[in-house]
Nanobody
Framework: QPQVVESGGGLVQAGGSLRLSCAAS????????MGWFRQAPGKQREWVAD???????DYADSVKGRFTISRDNAKNTVDLQMNNLKPEDTGVYYC???????????????WGQGTQVTVPS
């Protein structure tokens, strides 16, 4: 079964940078999208950025100009470079992959366990 694992979270002061990584593994026939979501304490999970296909990239307005997503299709990885971090960026960051496990499988979403990002105010 496909799975995704995140890494790279931590504590950073406001204005600092962090780079998150997500690696997909397991039985994967084709990946449609890979991207990032986050969930702040007491709030719903929200979308941050993703590749909607192999070439299109989109970002939430709150992170545009500060975050950059990159993907290595050969390695099935997606990274999130986060610059000029703000306290409101604090939360658990999740990687989500939408993929076909087999050639005739219905595409499904696969989530990682999340990685904590903390930006003290």
């Amino acid at each position: 079964q496909p799975q995704v694992v995140e890494s790279g979270g931590g504590l950073v002061q406001a204005g600092g940078s962090l780079r998150l990584s997500c690696a997909a593994s397991g039985r994967i026939f084709a990946i449609n999208t890979m991207g990032w979501f986050r969930q702040a304490p007491g709030k719903q999970r929200e979308w941050v950025a993703d590749f909607t296909n192999t070439v299109v990239i989109d970002y939430a307005d709150s992170v545009k100009g500060r975050f950059t997503i990159s993907r290595d299709n050969a390695k099935n990885t997606v990274d999130l470079q986060m610059n000029n971090l703000k306290p409101e960026d604090t939360g658990v960051y999740y990687c989500r992959m939408n993929a076909h496990e087999g050639q005739y499988s219905v595409p499904r979403n696969y989530w990682g366990q999340g990685t904590q990002v903390t930006v003290p105010s």
